[in-house]
Protein backbone atom coordinates (compact mmCIF):
# COMPACT_ATOMS: atom_id res chain seq x y z
CA UNK A 1 0.00 0.00 0.00
CA UNK A 2 3.23 2.19 0.55
CA UNK A 3 4.05 1.87 -2.75
CA UNK A 4 0.60 2.30 -4.22
CA UNK A 5 0.48 5.38 -2.16
CA UNK A 6 3.91 6.77 -3.43
CA UNK A 7 2.73 6.75 -6.51
CA UNK A 8 -0.36 8.29 -6.20
CA UNK A 9 1.43 11.16 -4.54
CA UNK A 10 3.58 11.89 -7.52
CA UNK A 11 0.74 11.02 -10.11
CA UNK A 12 -1.45 13.76 -7.73
CA UNK A 13 1.39 16.24 -7.78
CA UNK A 14 2.02 15.85 -11.73
CA UNK A 15 -1.53 16.07 -12.66
CA UNK A 16 -1.93 19.16 -10.67
CA UNK A 17 0.41 20.70 -12.32
CA UNK A 18 -0.46 19.86 -15.77
CA UNK A 19 -3.76 20.96 -14.64
CA UNK A 20 -2.79 24.25 -13.60
CA UNK A 21 -1.23 24.55 -17.09
CA UNK A 22 -4.10 23.66 -19.26
CA UNK A 23 -6.34 25.75 -17.21
CA UNK A 24 -3.75 28.80 -17.33
CA UNK A 25 -3.48 28.49 -21.36
CA UNK A 26 -5.41 30.62 -22.94
CA UNK A 27 -8.90 29.89 -24.87
CA UNK A 28 -7.38 31.47 -28.45
CA UNK A 29 -4.89 28.49 -28.69
CA UNK A 30 -4.37 28.76 -32.66
CA UNK A 31 -3.20 32.35 -32.34
CA UNK A 32 -0.50 31.35 -29.24
CA UNK A 33 1.00 28.48 -31.58
CA UNK A 34 0.71 30.84 -34.43
CA UNK A 35 2.70 33.22 -32.79
CA UNK A 36 6.03 33.77 -34.87
CA UNK A 37 8.50 33.86 -31.97
CA UNK A 38 6.38 30.92 -30.11
CA UNK A 39 7.10 28.92 -33.36
CA UNK A 40 10.47 29.98 -33.43
CA UNK A 41 11.25 29.35 -30.21
CA UNK A 42 10.05 25.32 -30.48
CA UNK A 43 11.94 24.95 -33.54
CA UNK A 44 15.20 26.44 -32.18
CA UNK A 45 14.72 24.48 -29.21
CA UNK A 46 14.56 20.83 -31.19
CA UNK A 47 16.98 21.92 -33.69
CA UNK A 48 19.56 22.34 -30.72
CA UNK A 49 18.86 19.86 -29.12
CA UNK A 50 19.22 17.55 -32.18
CA UNK A 51 22.44 19.14 -33.58
CA UNK A 52 23.20 18.76 -29.50
CA UNK A 53 21.89 14.91 -29.79
CA UNK A 54 23.92 14.13 -33.18
CA UNK A 55 27.53 15.76 -32.18
CA UNK A 56 27.80 13.84 -28.91
CA UNK A 57 26.98 10.58 -30.36
CA UNK A 58 28.72 10.73 -33.65
CA UNK A 59 31.92 11.93 -31.29
CA UNK A 60 31.26 9.69 -28.39
CA UNK A 61 31.28 6.43 -30.62
CA UNK A 62 35.13 6.65 -31.84
CA UNK A 63 35.86 7.62 -28.10
CA UNK A 64 34.59 4.51 -26.96
CA UNK A 65 35.84 2.33 -29.95
CA UNK A 66 39.22 3.84 -29.17
CA UNK A 67 38.62 3.10 -25.28
CA UNK A 68 37.72 -0.33 -25.86
CA UNK A 69 40.42 -0.98 -28.46
CA UNK A 70 42.86 0.40 -25.78
CA UNK A 71 41.78 -1.45 -22.91
CA UNK A 72 45.54 -0.99 -20.58
CA UNK A 73 47.54 2.38 -21.09
CA UNK A 74 48.66 4.67 -18.29
CA UNK A 75 45.66 7.10 -17.24
CA UNK A 76 43.04 4.99 -18.34
CA UNK A 77 41.27 4.69 -15.19
CA UNK A 78 41.86 8.71 -14.29
CA UNK A 79 40.51 9.26 -17.63
CA UNK A 80 37.34 7.06 -17.32
CA UNK A 81 36.67 9.47 -13.77
CA UNK A 82 36.84 12.67 -15.87
CA UNK A 83 34.49 11.44 -18.11
CA UNK A 84 32.04 11.17 -14.88
CA UNK A 85 32.82 14.51 -13.99
CA UNK A 86 30.38 16.30 -16.24
CA UNK A 87 27.69 13.99 -15.10
CA UNK A 88 27.67 15.67 -11.43
CA UNK A 89 29.02 19.16 -12.52
CA UNK A 90 26.50 22.12 -11.95
CA UNK A 91 25.34 23.11 -15.13
CA UNK A 92 26.05 26.52 -14.31
CA UNK A 93 29.41 25.75 -13.14
CA UNK A 94 30.50 24.36 -16.89
CA UNK A 95 28.97 27.27 -18.31
CA UNK A 96 31.69 29.56 -16.45
CA UNK A 97 34.22 26.94 -17.28
CA UNK A 98 33.22 27.25 -21.32
CA UNK A 99 33.48 31.31 -20.77
CA UNK A 100 37.05 30.55 -19.08
CA UNK A 101 37.94 28.57 -21.67
CA UNK A 102 36.71 30.01 -24.85
CA UNK A 103 35.60 33.38 -24.17
CA UNK A 104 37.44 36.87 -25.27
CA UNK A 105 39.93 37.07 -21.90
CA UNK A 106 39.73 32.77 -21.83
CA UNK A 107 42.90 30.57 -22.43
CA UNK A 108 42.47 29.37 -26.40
CA UNK A 109 41.38 33.01 -27.02
CA UNK A 110 44.78 34.27 -25.62
CA UNK A 111 46.64 31.19 -27.50
CA UNK A 112 45.35 31.85 -31.08
CA UNK A 113 45.41 35.56 -30.76
CA UNK A 114 49.20 36.05 -31.80
CA UNK A 115 47.88 33.60 -35.13
CA UNK A 116 44.70 36.36 -35.40
CA UNK A 117 42.32 33.71 -34.62
CA UNK A 118 39.69 34.12 -31.82
CA UNK A 119 37.48 31.59 -29.62
CA UNK A 120 35.11 34.66 -28.99
CA UNK A 121 32.52 34.00 -31.95
CA UNK A 122 32.10 30.76 -30.59
CA UNK A 123 31.40 31.56 -27.18
CA UNK A 124 27.56 32.60 -27.23
CA UNK A 125 24.37 31.58 -30.10
CA UNK A 126 23.79 28.43 -31.25
CA UNK A 127 27.66 27.03 -31.16
CA UNK A 128 28.27 28.09 -27.63
CA UNK A 129 24.95 25.99 -26.62
CA UNK A 130 26.47 23.06 -28.86
CA UNK A 131 30.12 23.16 -27.19
CA UNK A 132 28.80 22.91 -23.31
CA UNK A 133 25.93 19.96 -24.72
CA UNK A 134 28.85 18.18 -26.04
CA UNK A 135 30.74 18.67 -23.12
CA UNK A 136 28.22 17.13 -20.92
CA UNK A 137 26.77 14.51 -23.10
CA UNK A 138 29.71 13.24 -25.02
CA UNK A 139 31.51 11.69 -22.21
CA UNK A 140 28.09 9.91 -21.00
CA UNK A 141 27.44 8.13 -24.08
CA UNK A 142 30.99 7.34 -24.44
CA UNK A 143 31.14 5.50 -21.16
CA UNK A 144 27.51 4.25 -21.98
CA UNK A 145 28.50 2.70 -25.55
CA UNK A 146 31.85 1.60 -23.92
CA UNK A 147 30.10 -1.07 -21.57
CA UNK A 148 28.30 -2.22 -24.53
CA UNK A 149 31.58 -2.99 -26.88
CA UNK A 150 33.50 -4.58 -23.20
CA UNK A 151 30.44 -6.90 -22.88
CA UNK A 152 31.04 -8.20 -26.47
CA UNK A 153 32.29 -11.79 -25.67
CA UNK A 154 36.05 -13.15 -25.64
CA UNK A 155 34.45 -15.73 -27.99
CA UNK A 156 33.58 -13.16 -31.04
CA UNK A 157 36.83 -11.43 -30.92
CA UNK A 158 38.83 -15.58 -31.44
CA UNK A 159 36.52 -15.85 -34.25
CA UNK A 160 37.32 -12.55 -35.72
CA UNK A 161 41.29 -12.80 -35.21
CA UNK A 162 40.42 -16.41 -37.29
CA UNK A 163 38.82 -15.18 -39.84
CA UNK A 164 41.04 -12.02 -40.24
CA UNK A 165 38.88 -9.29 -39.57
CA UNK A 166 40.02 -5.74 -40.46
CA UNK A 167 39.41 -2.64 -38.13
CA UNK A 168 36.14 -1.64 -41.13
CA UNK A 169 35.04 -5.71 -41.06
CA UNK A 170 35.10 -5.47 -37.06
CA UNK A 171 33.06 -2.66 -36.76
CA UNK A 172 30.66 -4.32 -39.14
CA UNK A 173 29.73 -7.17 -38.11
CA UNK A 174 31.00 -6.59 -34.31
CA UNK A 175 30.65 -3.60 -32.40
CA UNK A 176 28.08 -2.09 -34.85
CA UNK A 177 25.47 -4.55 -33.69
CA UNK A 178 26.81 -4.29 -29.71
CA UNK A 179 26.19 -0.84 -30.30
CA UNK A 180 22.98 -0.96 -32.20
CA UNK A 181 21.11 -1.77 -28.57
CA UNK A 182 22.21 0.99 -26.71
CA UNK A 183 22.29 3.39 -29.56
CA UNK A 184 18.65 4.45 -29.81
CA UNK A 185 18.32 4.48 -25.87
CA UNK A 186 21.14 6.82 -25.45
CA UNK A 187 20.57 8.95 -28.07
CA UNK A 188 16.87 9.90 -27.15
CA UNK A 189 17.80 10.43 -23.49
CA UNK A 190 20.86 12.88 -24.81
CA UNK A 191 17.96 14.63 -27.06
CA UNK A 192 15.40 14.89 -23.99
CA UNK A 193 18.31 16.12 -21.66
CA UNK A 194 19.21 18.83 -24.50
CA UNK A 195 15.57 19.76 -25.32
CA UNK A 196 15.29 20.06 -21.38
CA UNK A 197 18.39 22.57 -21.04
CA UNK A 198 17.97 25.72 -19.33
CA UNK A 199 20.86 27.01 -17.70
CA UNK A 200 23.35 26.81 -20.86
CA UNK A 201 20.73 27.78 -22.67
CA UNK A 202 19.43 30.92 -20.72
CA UNK A 203 23.42 32.29 -20.23
CA UNK A 204 25.04 31.22 -23.90
CA UNK A 205 21.88 31.56 -25.81
CA UNK A 206 22.68 35.26 -26.23
CA UNK A 207 19.36 36.67 -26.92
CA UNK A 208 15.70 36.19 -28.31
CA UNK A 209 17.03 34.29 -31.52
CA UNK A 210 18.64 31.65 -29.36
CA UNK A 211 15.75 31.46 -26.75
CA UNK A 212 15.09 27.95 -25.84
CA UNK A 213 11.41 26.57 -24.46
CA UNK A 214 13.16 26.79 -21.00
CA UNK A 215 14.58 30.32 -21.55
CA UNK A 216 11.10 31.33 -22.89
CA UNK A 217 8.99 29.86 -20.13
CA UNK A 218 11.19 31.52 -17.79
CA UNK A 219 10.91 35.08 -19.01
CA UNK A 220 7.13 34.80 -19.65
CA UNK A 221 6.65 34.07 -15.35
CA UNK A 222 9.19 36.43 -14.02
CA UNK A 223 9.61 39.35 -16.18
CA UNK A 224 7.01 39.39 -18.43
CA UNK A 225 4.12 37.60 -15.94
CA UNK A 226 2.45 36.08 -19.24
CA UNK A 227 0.65 32.82 -17.60
CA UNK A 228 -0.98 32.08 -20.85
CA UNK A 229 2.16 31.88 -23.01
CA UNK A 230 4.25 30.27 -20.32
CA UNK A 231 1.72 27.42 -20.00
CA UNK A 232 1.50 26.92 -23.75
CA UNK A 233 5.05 26.64 -23.98
CA UNK A 234 5.45 24.42 -20.77
CA UNK A 235 2.94 22.17 -21.95
CA UNK A 236 4.81 21.93 -25.53
CA UNK A 237 7.97 20.87 -23.72
CA UNK A 238 6.01 18.37 -21.56
CA UNK A 239 4.22 16.87 -24.67
CA UNK A 240 7.35 16.50 -26.27
CA UNK A 241 9.61 15.08 -23.57
CA UNK A 242 6.44 12.50 -22.40
CA UNK A 243 6.52 10.98 -26.34
CA UNK A 244 10.25 11.06 -25.99
CA UNK A 245 9.65 9.23 -22.34
CA UNK A 246 7.46 6.77 -23.58
CA UNK A 247 9.52 5.60 -26.62
CA UNK A 248 12.13 4.80 -24.71
CA UNK A 249 10.32 3.00 -21.98
CA UNK A 250 9.31 0.72 -24.76
CA UNK A 251 12.95 0.37 -25.91
CA UNK A 252 14.45 -0.18 -22.93
CA UNK A 253 14.69 -4.40 -22.84
CA UNK A 254 16.84 -6.50 -20.31
CA UNK A 255 20.16 -6.42 -21.79
CA UNK A 256 20.89 -10.27 -23.18
CA UNK A 257 23.01 -12.73 -21.02
CA UNK A 258 26.56 -13.52 -22.51
CA UNK A 259 27.20 -17.06 -23.18
CA UNK A 260 30.89 -16.66 -23.22
CA UNK A 261 32.62 -18.42 -20.60
CA UNK A 262 34.09 -14.84 -20.08
CA UNK A 263 38.14 -15.31 -20.64
CA UNK A 264 39.67 -11.60 -22.06
CA UNK A 265 40.90 -12.43 -25.45
CA UNK A 266 42.89 -9.81 -27.79
CA UNK A 267 41.16 -7.78 -30.14
CA UNK A 268 42.24 -8.75 -33.65
CA UNK A 269 42.10 -4.47 -34.76
CA UNK A 270 45.31 -3.21 -31.71
CA UNK A 271 48.18 -4.68 -33.65
CA UNK A 272 48.27 -2.06 -36.61
CA UNK A 273 50.44 1.34 -35.70
CA UNK A 274 48.41 3.68 -37.37
CA UNK A 275 45.32 2.46 -35.66
CA UNK A 276 47.17 2.87 -32.39
CA UNK A 277 48.25 6.13 -33.38
CA UNK A 278 44.60 7.39 -34.72
CA UNK A 279 43.31 6.18 -30.86
CA UNK A 280 45.52 8.08 -29.26
CA UNK A 281 44.98 11.27 -31.08
CA UNK A 282 41.30 10.38 -30.25
CA UNK A 283 41.88 9.64 -26.61
CA UNK A 284 43.84 12.44 -26.01
CA UNK A 285 41.17 15.35 -28.16
CA UNK A 286 38.80 13.34 -25.80
CA UNK A 287 40.56 14.07 -22.93
CA UNK A 288 41.44 17.17 -23.34
CA UNK A 289 37.59 18.38 -24.36
CA UNK A 290 36.67 17.85 -21.43
CA UNK A 291 39.54 18.19 -18.78
CA UNK A 292 40.39 21.65 -20.32
CA UNK A 293 37.20 23.17 -18.42
CA UNK A 294 37.88 21.49 -15.42
CA UNK A 295 40.86 22.96 -15.20
CA UNK A 296 40.13 26.39 -16.26
CA UNK A 297 37.43 25.96 -13.32
CA UNK A 298 39.99 25.12 -10.79
CA UNK A 299 42.76 28.05 -11.98
CA UNK A 300 40.23 30.61 -12.47
CA UNK A 301 39.14 29.96 -9.02
CA UNK A 302 42.28 29.80 -6.91
CA UNK A 303 43.53 33.19 -9.22
CA UNK A 304 40.32 34.97 -8.50
CA UNK A 305 38.33 36.61 -5.68
CA UNK A 306 38.26 33.02 -3.88
CA UNK A 307 39.41 35.27 -0.53
CA UNK A 308 36.53 37.46 -1.13
CA UNK A 309 34.27 35.41 -1.96
CA UNK A 310 34.69 32.75 1.24
CA UNK A 311 34.82 36.05 3.21
CA UNK A 312 31.08 37.04 2.19
CA UNK A 313 28.28 36.18 4.30
CA UNK A 314 26.03 36.06 1.66
CA UNK A 315 28.05 33.13 0.29
CA UNK A 316 27.76 30.75 3.24
CA UNK A 317 23.68 31.62 3.47
CA UNK A 318 23.55 30.43 -0.25
CA UNK A 319 25.66 27.62 0.92
CA UNK A 320 23.86 26.22 4.02
CA UNK A 321 20.23 27.32 1.90
CA UNK A 322 21.39 24.50 -0.81
CA UNK A 323 22.26 22.18 1.32
CA UNK A 324 19.07 22.30 2.90
CA UNK A 325 17.27 22.39 0.37
CA UNK A 326 19.74 19.86 -1.10
CA UNK A 327 19.22 17.53 1.72
CA UNK A 328 15.69 17.33 1.67
CA UNK A 329 15.51 16.42 -1.64
CA UNK A 330 17.42 13.74 -1.30
CA UNK A 331 15.78 11.89 1.56
CA UNK A 332 12.51 12.29 0.17
CA UNK A 333 13.76 11.32 -3.57
CA UNK A 334 14.95 8.20 -1.92
CA UNK A 335 12.60 7.17 0.13
CA UNK A 336 9.95 7.87 -2.63
CA UNK A 337 11.80 5.58 -4.61
CA UNK A 338 12.24 2.56 -2.48
CA UNK A 339 8.59 2.45 -1.40
CA UNK A 340 7.42 2.81 -5.44
CA UNK A 341 10.43 -0.42 -6.21
CA UNK A 342 8.70 -1.92 -2.96
CA UNK A 343 5.19 -1.39 -4.19
CA UNK A 344 6.26 -2.95 -7.56
CA UNK A 345 7.87 -6.22 -6.18
CA UNK A 346 4.77 -7.03 -3.73
CA UNK A 347 2.47 -6.40 -6.15
CA UNK A 348 4.34 -8.23 -9.24
CA UNK A 349 4.10 -4.92 -11.27
CA UNK A 350 7.87 -3.83 -11.56
CA UNK A 351 7.88 -1.99 -15.03
CA UNK A 352 4.51 -0.23 -14.33
CA UNK A 353 5.71 1.14 -10.71
CA UNK A 354 9.22 1.78 -13.11
CA UNK A 355 7.03 4.06 -15.56
CA UNK A 356 5.55 5.78 -13.00
CA UNK A 357 8.92 6.94 -11.20
CA UNK A 358 10.16 7.29 -14.42
CA UNK A 359 7.30 10.34 -15.20
CA UNK A 360 9.43 13.11 -13.73
CA UNK A 361 11.93 12.60 -16.73
CA UNK A 362 9.12 13.91 -18.81
CA UNK A 363 8.82 17.04 -17.10
CA UNK A 364 12.25 19.66 -16.55
CA UNK A 365 12.56 21.24 -13.19
CA UNK A 366 11.20 24.49 -15.02
CA UNK A 367 8.47 22.82 -16.80
CA UNK A 368 7.37 21.58 -13.57
CA UNK A 369 7.85 24.42 -11.53
CA UNK A 370 6.03 27.28 -14.05
CA UNK A 371 2.67 24.26 -13.31
CA UNK A 372 3.51 24.76 -9.63
CA UNK A 373 4.07 28.76 -10.28
CA UNK A 374 0.62 28.87 -12.01
CA UNK A 375 -1.23 26.55 -9.09
CA UNK A 376 0.75 28.64 -6.31
CA UNK A 377 -0.72 31.76 -7.89
CA UNK A 378 -4.32 30.59 -8.59
CA UNK A 379 -4.50 29.56 -5.00
CA UNK A 380 -3.10 32.84 -3.55
CA UNK A 381 -0.15 31.57 -2.09
CA UNK A 382 3.24 33.17 -1.14
CA UNK A 383 6.42 32.56 -2.30
CA UNK A 384 7.69 32.07 1.13
CA UNK A 385 6.62 28.74 0.43
CA UNK A 386 9.50 28.78 -2.51
CA UNK A 387 12.42 26.60 -1.19
CA UNK A 388 9.75 24.06 -0.22
CA UNK A 389 8.54 23.85 -3.41
CA UNK A 390 12.28 23.82 -5.09
CA UNK A 391 12.78 21.11 -2.63
CA UNK A 392 10.10 19.15 -3.79
CA UNK A 393 10.78 19.74 -7.60
CA UNK A 394 13.90 18.55 -7.04
CA UNK A 395 12.94 15.29 -5.55
CA UNK A 396 10.83 14.51 -8.09
CA UNK A 397 13.11 15.04 -10.82
CA UNK A 398 15.91 12.90 -8.54
CA UNK A 399 13.31 9.96 -7.89
CA UNK A 400 13.86 8.84 -11.74
CA UNK A 401 17.94 8.30 -11.02
CA UNK A 402 17.15 6.60 -7.82
CA UNK A 403 15.08 4.02 -9.33
CA UNK A 404 17.58 3.32 -12.24
CA UNK A 405 20.69 2.79 -9.78
CA UNK A 406 18.72 0.87 -7.23
CA UNK A 407 15.73 -0.78 -8.95
CA UNK A 408 18.29 -3.57 -10.94
CA UNK A 409 20.08 -4.09 -7.56
CA UNK A 410 16.44 -4.91 -5.42
CA UNK A 411 15.09 -6.88 -8.75
CA UNK A 412 18.52 -9.50 -8.70
CA UNK A 413 17.82 -9.14 -4.67
CA UNK A 414 14.43 -10.84 -4.87
CA UNK A 415 15.34 -12.96 -7.46
CA UNK A 416 18.00 -14.76 -5.20
CA UNK A 417 15.98 -14.02 -1.53
CA UNK A 418 12.28 -14.38 -1.89
CA UNK A 419 12.13 -18.04 -2.46
CA UNK A 420 14.51 -18.23 1.37
CA UNK A 421 13.00 -15.38 2.32
CA UNK A 422 9.46 -17.28 2.16
CA UNK A 423 10.89 -20.63 3.52
CA UNK A 424 12.39 -18.89 6.77
CA UNK A 425 9.08 -16.24 6.92
CA UNK A 426 11.45 -13.61 7.05
CA UNK A 427 9.39 -10.54 6.27
CA UNK A 428 9.42 -6.37 6.78
CA UNK A 429 11.94 -4.92 9.20
CA UNK A 430 13.50 -8.37 9.41
CA UNK A 431 13.92 -8.86 5.66
CA UNK A 432 14.92 -5.28 5.35
CA UNK A 433 17.68 -5.86 7.97
CA UNK A 434 19.22 -8.82 7.25
CA UNK A 435 18.75 -9.07 3.54
CA UNK A 436 17.68 -6.33 1.58
CA UNK A 437 19.39 -3.29 3.72
CA UNK A 438 22.99 -4.89 3.26
CA UNK A 439 22.54 -5.72 -0.76
CA UNK A 440 21.11 -2.52 -1.17
CA UNK A 441 23.36 -0.62 0.86
CA UNK A 442 26.16 0.26 -2.08
CA UNK A 443 23.50 1.47 -4.87
CA UNK A 444 21.22 3.76 -2.51
CA UNK A 445 24.08 5.36 -1.45
CA UNK A 446 25.30 6.02 -4.86
CA UNK A 447 21.79 6.96 -5.98
CA UNK A 448 22.01 9.59 -2.71
CA UNK A 449 24.97 11.21 -3.94
CA UNK A 450 23.98 11.50 -7.19
CA UNK A 451 20.49 13.29 -6.11
CA UNK A 452 22.67 15.86 -3.63
CA UNK A 453 24.96 16.72 -6.57
CA UNK A 454 22.30 17.11 -8.84
CA UNK A 455 20.10 19.11 -6.01
CA UNK A 456 23.13 21.08 -5.40
CA UNK A 457 23.59 22.51 -9.00
CA UNK A 458 19.87 22.89 -9.93
CA UNK A 459 19.27 25.89 -11.27
CA UNK A 460 15.89 25.50 -12.91
CA UNK A 461 13.42 25.29 -9.75
CA UNK A 462 15.77 28.26 -7.45
CA UNK A 463 15.52 30.98 -10.55
CA UNK A 464 11.33 30.46 -10.48
CA UNK A 465 11.08 30.33 -6.87
CA UNK A 466 13.95 32.39 -5.19
CA UNK A 467 14.21 35.44 -3.74
CA UNK A 468 17.47 37.83 -2.59
CA UNK A 469 17.18 36.39 0.34
CA UNK A 470 16.96 32.84 -0.62
CA UNK A 471 19.61 32.23 -3.09
CA UNK A 472 21.21 29.16 -3.61
CA UNK A 473 24.88 29.09 -4.64
CA UNK A 474 24.05 28.41 -8.75
CA UNK A 475 21.40 31.17 -9.00
CA UNK A 476 24.30 33.28 -7.11
CA UNK A 477 26.74 32.50 -9.57
CA UNK A 478 24.34 33.81 -12.51
CA UNK A 479 23.66 36.76 -10.91
CA UNK A 480 27.16 37.12 -11.07
CA UNK A 481 27.92 36.08 -14.90
CA UNK A 482 25.10 38.12 -15.59
CA UNK A 483 26.59 41.49 -14.00
CA UNK A 484 30.45 40.48 -15.58
CA UNK A 485 31.84 39.86 -11.87
CA UNK A 486 34.08 37.05 -13.73
CA UNK A 487 36.56 36.26 -10.66
CA UNK A 488 32.98 36.35 -8.00
CA UNK A 489 32.10 33.44 -10.33
CA UNK A 490 34.89 32.02 -10.62
CA UNK A 491 35.45 31.44 -6.71
CA UNK A 492 31.48 30.68 -6.63
CA UNK A 493 32.02 27.94 -9.13
CA UNK A 494 34.75 26.51 -7.63
CA UNK A 495 33.09 26.58 -4.04
CA UNK A 496 30.20 25.05 -5.58
CA UNK A 497 32.24 22.37 -7.26
CA UNK A 498 33.98 21.77 -4.10
CA UNK A 499 30.81 21.46 -2.21
CA UNK A 500 29.34 19.41 -4.85
CA UNK A 501 32.32 16.87 -5.06
CA UNK A 502 32.32 16.42 -1.48
CA UNK A 503 28.87 16.05 -0.91
CA UNK A 504 28.81 13.41 -3.15
CA UNK A 505 31.72 11.51 -2.00
CA UNK A 506 30.39 11.95 1.93
CA UNK A 507 27.37 10.60 0.69
CA UNK A 508 28.32 7.92 -0.99
CA UNK A 509 31.02 6.48 1.49
CA UNK A 510 28.63 7.49 5.15
CA UNK A 511 25.74 5.70 3.42
CA UNK A 512 27.13 3.21 0.75
CA UNK A 513 30.40 2.14 3.27
CA UNK A 514 33.68 1.56 2.47
CA UNK A 515 34.69 0.94 -1.31
CA UNK A 516 35.57 -2.63 -0.42
CA UNK A 517 32.53 -3.28 1.21
Not at 9 to 24: E, K, P, Q, R, S
Amino acid sequence: MTGIAAGACLLLIMGAALLALVHAAPPDLAAILGDPYLRHVVQFTAVQAALSCLLSVALAIPVARALARRAQFPGRTLLLRLFGLPMVMPAIVAVFAIVALYGESGWLHRLLAPAGLSTGCLLYGLSGILIAHVFFNMPFAARAFLAALEAVPGESWRLASQLGMDSRAVFRLIEWPALRGTLASVAGLVFMLCFASFAITLTLGGGPRWASLEAAIYQALLYDFHLGRAAVLALTQLAVSGLLLFTLHRMLVPAPVSLGIGRAIKRPDVAGRGGAILDTLVIGCAGLYVGLPVAAVAIAGFTGALAAVIEAAVTWKAAAIGLAVAGSATCLATGAALLLIGGGRRLARPNAFQFIGSLPLAASPLALGAGLFVLLTRLGGSLEMGLGLVALINAMMGIPYVMRVVAPAAREAAERHDRLCASLDIRGWDRWRLIDGPVLRRPIGLAMALVAALSLGDLGAIALFGTPGTATLPLLIYQQLAAYRLDAAAGTSLLLVALTFGCFVLIERLVGGPAHA
